[in-house]
């Protein structure tokens, strides 16, 4: 006789919340980047309310600000600036994400992320090549005093650990799904879906580390 598996029991407010990315920059001359998109992603063997909530609503349009996400599933909310004046470049408003069981009414897990409208992309990559440049040489001031030229270290790019977390989150995304009736792949090398949408999070907050390098 079939047995239902029993679902654990959910602690209010200590379920994880899967969220991508967990920064938004809209930036004022690039009329592209004043419509982004949040990924939610649901890894549970369950199904999930969610509600986005923010600091300043007045400022935004968030399509589909409720609804649910399926188990092992994801959705795409839609966030778009629609307040994009000279007096809110470098205010920092806060969305948060916050999910709870669709049968059940108290929040399960929350997740906050920032947004912030700049106003241009280019003053803005100067600005951190301005501060990459000035924090390079305070670190050759402090280390050439007591060390040879030669053996100043230049650091620059993505860690190893960066990129070998990178190449190993992609293999696992070749990898034959669990289940696949056709698969020559032997089982311990299969994953589920679950650990595939955990995967595809992390590979994500490795990219959005390597292209700030």
Same mark, same amino acid.
Not at 86 to 115: I, M, N, P, T
């Given at each position: 006789?079939?047995?239902?598996?029993?679902?654990?029991? &959910? *602690?209010?407010?200590?379920?994880?919340?899967?969220?991508?990315? %967990?920064?938004?920059?809209?930036?004022?001359?690039?009329?592209?980047?004043?419509?982004?998109? +949040?990924? &939610?992603?649901?890894?549970?063997?369950?199904? +999930?309310?969610?509600? @986005?909530?923010? %600091?300043?609503?007045?400022?935004?349009? *968030?399509?589909?600000?409720?609804?649910? @996400?399926?188990?092992?599933?994801? *959705?795409?909310?839609?966030?778009?600036?629609?307040? @994009?004046?000279?007096?809110?470049?470098?205010?920092?408003?806060?969305?948060? +994400?916050?999910?709870?069981?669709?049968?059940?009414?108290?929040?399960?897990?929350?997740?906050?992320?920032?947004?912030? +409208?700049?106003?241009?992309?280019?003053?803005?990559?100067?600005?951190?090549?301005?501060?990459?440049?000035?924090?390079?040489?305070?670190?050759? &001031?402090?280390?050439?005093?007591?060390?040879?030229?030669?053996?100043? !270290?230049?650091?620059?790019?993505?860690?190893?650990? %960066?990129?070998?977390?990178?190449?190993?989150?992609? !293999?696992?995304?070749?990898?034959?799904?669990?289940?696949? @009736?056709?698969?020559?792949?032997?089982?311990?090398?299969?994953?589920?879906?679950?650990?595939? &949408?955990?995967?595809?999070?992390?590979?994500?907050?490795? %990219?959005?580390?390597?292209?700030?390098?």
């Amino acid at each position: 006789m079939h047995q239902q598996k029993r679902q654990p029991e &959910l *602690v209010e407010g200590n379920l994880p919340v899967f969220v991508f990315p %967990t920064e938004l920059i809209f930036y004022a001359d690039d009329q592209s980047t004043h419509k982004q998109v +949040l990924t &939610l992603y649901n890894p549970y063997e369950f199904a +999930l309310k969610f509600k @986005v909530l923010c %600091t300043t609503p007045n400022k935004y349009v *968030v399509v589909d600000a409720a609804g649910a @996400v399926k188990p092992q599933c994801c *959705v795409d909310i839609v966030i778009r600036h629609r307040d @994009v004046r000279s007096c809110h470049y470098g205010v920092v408003d806060k969305f948060r +994400l916050q999910v709870s069981e669709q049968s059940q009414r108290k929040a399960l897990g929350r997740k906050e992320v920032v947004a912030t +409208l700049l106003p241009s992309a280019k003053e803005q990559q100067k600005e951190e090549e301005e501060k990459r440049i000035k924090e390079h040489l305070s670190e050759s &001031l402090f280390f050439e005093q007591p060390f040879q030229p030669e053996n100043r !270290a230049v650091s620059s790019g993505p860690s190893l650990l %960066t990129v070998f977390l990178g190449v190993v989150c992609i !293999a696992a995304l070749m990898l034959p799904t669990l289940g696949d @009736v056709e698969s020559l792949v032997p089982l311990y090398l299969q994953l589920s879906v679950n650990q595939k &949408l955990v995967a595809a999070y992390i590979l994500g907050l490795i %990219t959005m580390a390597i292209l700030r390098t």
